[in-house]
């Protein structure tokens, strides 16, 4: 019975200690627009995938190489961010990427160790864009799953926590569905 206790114990005080030694989890960010158009025309916007900076405002320029676009934005040091279109789905109206590649934008010490800060705080992104009729237009949903950027184990560099990465996601969506609004309305 002693060392049943003695195991129940153990287990009490090891198991909270192995949850919160766990790297990143994933996280999903969803954010929506409706726009006063027609979903095929909205829908021919984004599935061009070559011309999103032609509507998201953080986007200077776009390099398109068949399903590869290298995207420089318009921030100090023109950082980049490489994504591949995975598919494109004109039934849903629907396009699928994933970033491949980032700007390392800076490093620091942290932990006795070399910590790079990329374009984003992710890793491992991957996107959908669905555009479907509602009463007034079309609905845009712009959804996203990915990790953050630092994989170790907390503690974590200030920039970096999933709430981070999951904030900064939800400012590049909120910012392009709204640049998209703005074009597809005038």
């Excluded at 864009?129 to 994989?151: D, H, N, P, T």
Aim: net charge negative; no cysteine; hydrophobic share 40%.
């Amino acid at each position: 019975m002693k060392k049943l206790l003695s195991f129940i114990t153990l287990a009490l005080v090891t198991v909270p200690m192995v949850a919160a030694a766990h790297g990143p989890t994933r996280q999903q960010v969803k954010e929506s627009i409706t726009i006063n158009a027609a979903p095929a025309d909205v829908w021919a916007v984004i599935k061009d995938f070559g011309s999103i900076d032609q509507w998201h405002p953080a986007v200077a320029s776009v390099v398109l190489e068949g399903n590869t676009r290298v995207l420089t934005l318009a921030a100090e040091g023109s950082p980049t961010i490489t994504e591949d279109l995975v598919k494109t789905d004109d039934e849903k109206m629907m396009i699928t990427y994933k970033i491949t590649d980032m700007t390392v934008v800076k490093t620091i010490q942290f932990n006795s160790k070399d910590t790079p800060y990329f374009t984003l705080p992710v890793s491992t992104y991957k996107s959908w864009i669905s555009v479907k009729e509602v009463e007034g237009g079309s609905e845009v949903l712009w959804k996203g799953k990915f990790y953050r950027s630092f994989m170790d184990n907390p503690p974590v560099p200030e920039g970096q926590s999933d709430k981070e990465a999951a904030a900064a996601i939800k400012g590049v969506y909120v910012s392009g569905l709204e640049g998209l609004k703005a074009m597809l309305e005038k």
